[in-house]
């Protein structure tokens, strides 16, 4: 039954909880430990390489081998409750060990873009000031200039075939230090990870240490997570993530998306980083919840990369952003031979474009399904029901979470009106570490505002207009780049394109479209053409510049951000 | 010349180099060819078209005595060797399409090879060891199957095997040059400089009308570059293996020699390609953001 207050709750599945009290875990460290003694000996993680070579941890391997990191960092380290521990590495096997580890010892996870420069590191351990650093071998080279501010006395370092079986983990070793010369000397004093279990173990062995007890007083309000992110205002800022926070939007989710979900069944392709909050909680919480079988990526890029995953392992869900199934869709072998066993996709981290997920349905016969939310909300607020979705919104509210939106003065709209989007739920950050200021920016009562202009229809689908800080006014007319970049998508012609706003003498502010072609015959006329087909001509962009490609995040997001940033500059040396 | 040990030496090589191939294989990959026998047309057009008559103008112009001419013919009609793909890799091309068109051509070879070897040789009135020829090729399919059986069985010890492979093809120069190069050096200086010019030219010749054909049909600047180098760049190890398996002793030495020097110059041939091709065009790729780890 549809609450009056909630009315999307009418568009949940049969037997989908509208609310989800109180979750099952005590806290995150419990949930890991209760699963691993469900599935046991089945496997949770394979990491797959653009070759084919793999390794792969059962439940009980990893919950072993986490027990034995726990162990380590509280007595050889000498870590305390509450002492950060930073990890910095793609998608590897050695990801879930260090995780589920640094949560049992009842620490707090510090997730790194390992893409970061040594300044990026450095303001992010200053900031966090974690006590000890597991890093992949590739990336340990910047260390040392990274904790200059922050000197951190732990470090442990990882490599990417870390629990290979030996042959391939040599070949791997051999191939990344002679002839990719990925992997550099590490300068600092360090332990390699599995020296670091080994020493966990013999303690366990010889103290008869009780992991458990770590973690015995860790509650639903105490922080797992310090999930950076640039947010709505530039800073860096840690969202402090608790054991609630994620154990409650795991559920949230999943029982949203669950319902055609077996447990112990799936085998999902986690191709978007773990360290990337929608990775995180989806791929590899939720899904080590539900006893599947994560195929951990390394690097998706180029998504030739992919391949020998989908042909090894019969993947049934996967998660990604735009850019990756936009990619997909173009590559030959992928639409000659889809994944056969797929259920359904998930999108987040940006704007799915209806193009795109059309062509996915065309060559795939399945969905996907686009969520929403942000770090600060761990992160889903919002998902299509399966079935149920309606073109261009991003679906309904998830259990136990109420959205609305705001006018400029923090006042709640009506249903219907456009405004800024706000949350209300168990999902929500518990603010940002150490910026009280910042925090009170962002939440009016006990709501989250995103940033991001909506509107929500009377059923209770809510559509994303634009971000905030992402609007272009032109002569007072509010354009929104997502639905000039959408209709550009539309053009067989155009592969990737990105709207921003540019100073105009005429207009106070001019559209400004940026496209990668996928045909070098595209010009701005037909360009210009087509949007005049599809859109108000205050919409139309005035001025088309073609590249070579659009500045990207860590997760494939196009950043406009950066392109303005170009444009004023170019506007100023002038 | 090639004493007994080295002669089994070397057959051992190409078995595990073709093992190798097989390994970095799957029926999918067959399927996908099928799907789109354009590409696959091109391939066996280039590898069993322009490249034996290739082999048969540089026979029939150049002043060689018969064994070398054959030696020509066998080299000019053999199909793409692996390390076409990792030039290929460095040159920005496609690496799929390198494979499958290795691959293919490799199959296709069974049939092929046989059936133009012994045209062009009627018509440059040459004997050659036909049922031979069908015998060894038969032969060196089966590691490709196991190879592929392998893959099939255990994703890592296919890519173990692939991997293997793909350094052995490398080794097998460096092979070459100490064991047969030192075994035939007074051949090697003895004879006319017309071996040498069918031995580089066969691979040169051949990447650049691969190419101009490739263009003419209007590839992708990427896979033009796969389709050049996947033409000129034959598999040297099949072709030495033929000639140590088909030909009589006193042959040996006279046809081996331009698959032999074809093997060591395609690498320095296939180097500076590689570096024009990275020079003229790296664009148009299709591209993922570089932080997307």
Known sequence: MAQPDRPWTAFYGPGVRTDIEAASYRNLPDLIRSVAETYGNAKAFTCCLPNGMNGTLTFAQVDEMSDALAVYLREVAGLQAGDRVAVQMPNCLS??????????????????????????????????????????????????????????????????????????????????????QSVKPVEVAHLRLPDALDAGRSHIARDHVEVDAYHQPVTHDDIAVLQYTGGTTGVAKGAMLTHGNLILNMEQAMELLGGDLKKGEE????????????????????????????????????????????????????????????????????????????KFAGAGGMALQSSVAARWREITGTEVLQGYGLTETSPVLTFEPLGKAREGTIGIPVPSTEIACFDDNGKRLPIGETGEIGARGPQIMKGYWKKPDETEKVMAGDWFLTGDIGVIDEDGYVRIVDRKKDMVVVSGFNVYPNEIEDVLAGHPAVLEAAVIGVPDDAAGEAVKAFIVRADPGLDTDAVRAFCKEHLTAYKVPKLVEFRDELPKSNVGKILRKELRAEQMAQLAAE | MVDEFTQTLLGLMVAIIMLGMGASLTPRDFYLALRRPY?????????????????????????????????????????????????????????ALSVLM???????????????????????????????????????????????????????????????????????????????????????????????????????????????????????????RTVALETGIQNGPLAIAIVIFSFPAEQQQAVMAVPALYSLFIVIVSTFVTLVFRRANTAAEQKMPDSLL
């Open chain 2, 39 to 95: 590409g696959l047309a091109i391939g066996v057009i280039s590898q069993y078209g322009i490249m034996p008559l290739l082999g048969f103008v540089l026979a029939l112009t150049l002043a060689v005595p018969e064994t070398i001419a054959i030696g020509i013919l066998i080299m000019a009609c053999m199909p793409g060797g692996t390390t076409s793909n990792i030039f290929t890799y460095f040159s920005k091309g496609n690496l």
């Open chain 2, 102 to 224: 290795t691959v293919t051509s490799t199959v296709a070879g069974v049939v092929m090879i046989p059936l133009i070897l012994l045209l062009y040789a009627a018509a440059l009135d040459l004997q050659i060891p036909r049922e031979d020829i069908v015998a060894v090729l038969i032969v060196l399919l089966v590691p490709v199957a196991i190879g592929m059986g392998i893959r099939k069985l255990n994703a890592n010890a296919g890519a173990v095997i692939e991997f293997c492979g793909s350094i052995l093809a490398a080794f097998f120069i460096v092979f070459i040059m100490a064991t047969w190069v030192p075994q035939n050096w007074q051949f090697l200086r003895d004879t006319t400089p017309s071996t040498y010019v069918a031995a580089i030219g066969l691979g040169l010749v051949g990447i650049t009308i691969g190419y101009f054909f490739a263009k003419a049909l209007r590839l992708h600047p990427r896979n033009a």
């Open chain 1, 267 to 342: 085998v999902v392709l986690t191709a978007l980083p773990l360290y990337h909050i929608f990775a995180f909680t989806v791929n590899l919480l939720a899904f080590y919840w539900l006893g599947g079988r994560n195929i951990l990526i390394p690097n998706p890029r180029p998504l030739s990369n992919l391949k020998r995953a989908f042909e090894n392992y019969k993947v049934t869900w996967m998660s990604g952003v735009n850019t990756l199934f936009n990619g997909l869709t173009n590559e030959i072998w992928f639409r000659d031979t889809p994944p056969r066993h797929l």
């Open chain 1, 95 to 180: 990801f879930p060990v260090a995780v589920f580890g640094i949560l049992k010892a009842g620490c707090v996870l510090v997730n790194v873009n390992p893409l970061y420069t040594a300044e990026e590191m450095e303001r992010q351990f200053t900031d966090a000031e974690p006590h000890a650093l597991i890093i992949v071998d590739m990336f340990a080279d910047k260390i040392p200039a990274a904790t200059r501010g922050h000197p951190i006395p732990n470090v442990i370092v990882t490599r990417i075939a870390e629990f290979f079986p030996v042959m391939p983990r040599g070949i791997v070793g051999l191939v990344q230090k002679y002839w990719d």
